[in-house]
């Protein structure tokens, strides 16, 4: 995948789905905490930033539901068919993610909605990974950060569907962690958080943990302290930052005025590490001024 480009910068990529997508015209307060973030970064004038990644698994639902179409997953990966490639892309890249930067805009974010294909930002392809019959799934294998680079130092925040077109100019369909992820990399982001609709990751005492790693993940996922949708989400972090080097925050879209911290190095939610990768990455965002989870 593509170098990390060479900035100085801060850039945080935020993956959002969920409820966090849902009624967005509703969510004004997290818009306008994800914009002063934004704002507090970009006024460094490095390259400094923030970019959303958004998902939309219940629209997708509803959309296909109404169609008369299946929806099949597979290891939490959504599988389509080519018959709803473009369904899936009208709802993403369209409805969704219009929907995001609109209620951003009205909120006083300069938010710019994009494919990941965008400006050959992300390039993308099928994949297979999750068997002959996932149809236009697709996975990022590289990209440009030119263009992510331009949006952040002229002030703009980037929302990326996890829409993206493979070499054949046909559309591919990526889960959106995954989407995040890729993202994560070509911008050389030092630090990813994916909001959810908990706090972070509770531990044995039922009190949110401040950092864990993939040995405690695991063993209180076998313990039954990490349970149900939780499970796939602390996984999907933990992978993420090991893949990265880059921490990875688990925090609610529930507590925006918490959001708003990250720039002033509050700690919010869990801090996801991946191992020596991770307590590695976590010194390189500790300089002063720069964010801390």
């Not at 697709?138 to 829409?163: H, Q």
Request: net charge negative; aromatic share 2%; proline share 5%.
């Amino acid at each position: 995948m593509g170098g990390r480009p060479d900035r100085p910068g801060v850039v945080l990529v935020v993956k959002l789905g969920g409820l966090g997508v849902e009624r967005p015209e509703a969510r004004a307060e997290l818009w306008r905490a994800l914009g002063s973030l934004h704002l507090a970064l970009t006024a460094r004038r490095d390259g400094s930033g923030v970019i959303i990644v958004h998902g939309g698994g219940e629209a997708i639902a509803r959309h296909l539901e109404r169609l008369g179409m299946p929806t099949v997953k597979r290891d939490g990966i959504r599988l389509t068919p080519p018959e709803q490639m473009r369904e899936i892309a009208g709802v993403l890249a369209g409805k969704v993610n219009a929907g995001l930067v609109g209620a951003m805009v009205a909120a006083g974010v300069p938010a710019v909605g994009l494919m990941l294909s965008s400006g050959g930002a992300l390039r993308c392809e099928v994949t297979t990974k999750y068997g002959p019959d996932a149809g236009r799934v697709g996975e990022i294998v590289g990209g440009d950060g030119s263009l992510i680079g331009t949006l952040l130092e002229a002030g703009y925040l980037p929302v990326f569907s996890s829409i993206g077109s493979a070499p054949d100019g046909e559309l591919v369909n990526i889960n959106a962690d995954d989407a995040a992820s890729g993202v994560a990399r070509v911008a050389g982001a030092t630090g990813v958080v994916f909001l959810t609709d908990v706090p972070g990751v509770r531990g044995e005492a039922g009190t949110t943990l401040a950092e864990i790693d993939g040995a405690e993940i695991e063993r209180l996922i076998k313990a039954g302290v990490i349970e149900g949708g939780m499970v796939p989400k602390v996984r999907g972090a933990f992978e993420t930052a090991r893949a990265l080097g880059v921490p990875v925050l688990i925090a609610s879209f529930d507590d925006p005025e918490a959001l708003e911290g990250l720039a002033s190095g509050e700690r919010v939610g869990t801090r996801v590490v991946g191992g020596g990768a991770g307590r590695m990455a976590r010194g390189a965002v500790n300089k002063k001024s720069e964010v801390e989870s």
